[in-house]
Each structure stands twice: as structure tokens, then as C-alpha cells.
């Protein structure tokens, strides 16, 4: 993965650490351009960001990717009800986010989703980060047909965008088991949100992907909720990022 060796030792101006990345979906006011620009890699929102900021960033040596929340119901998509899928006739409901889950084998869906990746590509962007993919293991482990259906949907659409849009690289979070069984190969990287080392450092589940991870020279991505888990995470050489929560509208210092 030549693109990833190209950011590992890119470092903006006073980066706090080359490993070092930032998930930011404000929007782009002064403020957030003059502090993002200080890191190698930064995750927005592209609904926030006109192309002159984003290419702000980039001119400051800094590697852009733009969200997509690719299973999750979102107002911005502006799909219909039957845009969602529907297990037993019924939706699957995400509860942490009021939502529910996309059938991304619907053509409406697949053409909403290239429509925000041709515009990251148009505003020039380094990359997509593909976010809720996670959703398919963690929420259909109980229909196999249909988790393993959603998987080769997700490559088979990702091949095909890349196709299109060659210059994009591409991250995902969470899925660890769809990236081991269908998108391995597709992405440049993982993204593990919540990395807390005193649950990482104990649970079996956390190292054995942490080895796995290892062994596939997967670069790997974590968001950790407090310094010690930053800590934790130099140690074992990983892309770091602190955020105490989930919840990315406000810049936080490292």
C-alpha cells in the first residue's frame, strides 16, 4: 500500500506526533483550519467544508479524508422509508444514533453514497473514510444470509468506486470481521474507536485482532478516550487520535 507509507512520515507543521490524526465534523471555520493543519491526517465532515478550506489543508501537507456513513439512514441522503433494510419485515433500529439501518444493495442507496464520494473526489480530497460499517457485524450476526449478502455488496461497491475514483484511498470503522472476510485488500486502514487500554490490554477478543492486525501489516487507527490510552498506543506503534466520546463537533487538544 504505497499510500500509506506516503502519510506515515508526513507531519504538517508542529504536528504533535507523525502518528498522530484527528476526527473533526464541525465545520470549517478559521479556528479549525489553523489547528488541523498542524496534523499528518484529519477525518471531516465534507457537508461542512467548502473546497478552499479542505485544499487549505491539504496545502499545509495535511492527508484529508471525508466521512460516509455507509449503512446508517441519514437525513442527508434524502431516501425513502423503503430505503431501509428490513428484517422480518421490520427495521433494524441503532439505537445509540435514533436511526436505522440502509440496504446498500438498493440501487437508491449505492447512487446516494457515489454521490458524496464524487464530490470528496471533485474537492480533491486524499480520501473516504467508510464509517458504521461495523453495523453489519454488529447488528446481523443473527442472519447470516444477509450479513454475508451485505459484505460482498460493500466489496463488489467499493471496487467499483475505486474504479472510478482511482486517486481515493480508503478507511474503515469498525467490521473488523467484514474486513477480514470481504474488504481486506480494499482499504488502506482501520479505524477502532473507544481504544480504552485498560479494557484493550485485558480482553482477549482486542488482542487477538491486535495480532491479527499485526500479522496483515493492517495499519490500524484508534481513537482513545483518555491520555493512558494515548499512552498505550505509542507503545504498540499505532495511528492515534484522543476523543473522549463518540461525538466529534468540537476540537479537543491531544
Given at each position: ?6 502519510f ?19 465545520d ?30 491539504r ?16 437525513p442527508?441522503?434524502?431516501?425513502p ?12 433500529a ?11 444493495r ?8 457515489a454521490?458524496k ?5 471533485a ?8 464509517d ?9 450476526t443473527?442472519?447470516?444470509?444477509v ?6 455488496t460493500?466489496?463488489?461497491w ?10 481515493l ?5 469498525w ?6 472476510q470481504?474488504?481486506?485488500g ?18 482477549a477478543w ?5 495480532d491479527?492486525f ?12 483518555d ?9 504498540l506503534?499505532?495511528h ?7 461525538h ?7
Amino acid at each position: 500500500m504505497t499510500f500509506c507509507a506516503s502519510f506515515l512520515t508526513a507531519a504538517g507543521c508542529g504536528a504533535p506526533s507523525p502518528r498522530a490524526f484527528k476526527i473533526y465534523y464541525g465545520d470549517a471555520t478559521p479556528a479549525a483550519v489553523a489547528a488541523l493543519q498542524h496534523y499528518p491526517l484529519v477525518i471531516i465532515e465534507p457537508g461542512g467544508w467548502p473546497a478552499k478550506q479542505v485544499q487549505r489543508l491539504r496545502a499545509a501537507g495535511v492527508q484529508v479524508f471525508g466521512y460516509v456513513n455507509v449503512l446508517e439512514m441519514a437525513p442527508e441522503y434524502r431516501l425513502p422509508p423503503s430505503a431501509q433494510l428490513r428484517l422480518k419485515g421490520r427495521p433494524v433500529a441503532v439505537p445509540q444514533w435514533g436511526t436505522t439501518l440502509m440496504d446498500l444493495r438498493q440501487p437508491a442507496v449505492q447512487a446516494a453514497l457515489a454521490a458524496k464520494i464524487q464530490r470528496i473526489a471533485a474537492h480533491r480530497y486524499t480520501g473516504v473514510m467508510l464509517d458504521t460499517v461495523g453495523d453489519i457485524d454488529d447488528y446481523l450476526t443473527g442472519h447470516p444470509r444477509v450479513q454475508t449478502d451485505l459484505r460482498r455488496t460493500l466489496a463488489d461497491w467499493l471496487q467499483h468506486q475505486q474504479h472510478r475514483h482511482p486517486k481515493l484511498a480508503w478507511l474503515q470503522n469498525w467490521g473488523f470481521l467484514t474486513y477480514q472476510q470481504a474488504t481486506r485488500g480494499l482499504v488502506d486502514g482501520i479505524l477502532w474507536e473507544d481504544f480504552s487500554a485498560p479494557k484493550i490490554a485485558a480482553d482477549a477478543w482486542s488482542q487477538r485482532w491486535l495480532d491479527y492486525f499485526d500479522r496483515t501489516q493492517t495499519p490500524v487507527y484508534v481513537v482513545c478516550p483518555d491520555i493512558a490510552s494515548l499512552y498505550y498506543a505509542q507503545e504498540l506503534g499505532l495511528h492515534h487520535a484522543r476523543n473522549a466520546d463518540d461525538h466529534y463537533d468540537q476540537l479537543t487538544k491531544e
